[in-house]
């Protein structure tokens, strides 16, 4: 296992020095749904939107959900901020996809006033009702990773 270790750690450090990623994934096991995803794409506008960044750096730490998907819920909330309703979001782990919407709904105009995170231990219609009752907008999502 050790010269494995340092077979692959030359080549990866040559591969880093061209200018190219290598990854090393362990295929899934028969009867397995799983599997590493690596995007072929280069595409990758995040990187430039230091706002996105910095709000991602905290609330990474929060969530289950990928750059890649935060990212696009992140534009969402953009194109969303005209409509003047609520948000939901269902099957909340720790609050980092609902906070980074939170937060990105703050720097917007938005209309939007309430942000509504369901926590899915429950059945969906229990889960409403309960989050109605209780009213979680956004103060209640802000006093997790960030303050405005």
């Not at 910095?54 to 969530?63: E, F, G, L, S």
């Not at 194109?79 to 917007?108: C, F, H, M, P, Y």
Request: glycine content about 4%.
């Amino acid at each position: 296992m050790a010269l494995f270790s340092l077979i692959y750690k030359t080549v990866r450090n040559i591969a880093t020095a061209a200018g190219f990623n290598l990854v090393l994934t362990k295929r899934s096991k028969k009867g397995m749904s799983y599997e590493q995803i690596s995007p072929v794409a280069t595409y990758a506008p995040w990187l430039s939107d230091y706002l996105f960044n910095d709000t991602y750096k905290i609330a990474k730490n929060y969530t289950l959900v990928d750059e890649y998907r935060c990212y696009e819920l992140w534009q969402l909330i953009e194109e969303t901020a005209k409509l003047d309703e609520a948000l939901i979001e269902v099957g909340v782990w720790r609050g980092g996809s609902g906070a980074l919407i939170a937060k990105k709904q703050n720097l917007t105009e938005s209309k939007i006033r309430y942000i509504y995170a369901i926590l899915l231990q429950v059945s969906l219609k229990q889960a409403i009702k309960i989050q109605i009752i209780k009213e979680a907008n956004m103060p209640t999502l802000q006093k997790k990773p960030w303050k405005n």
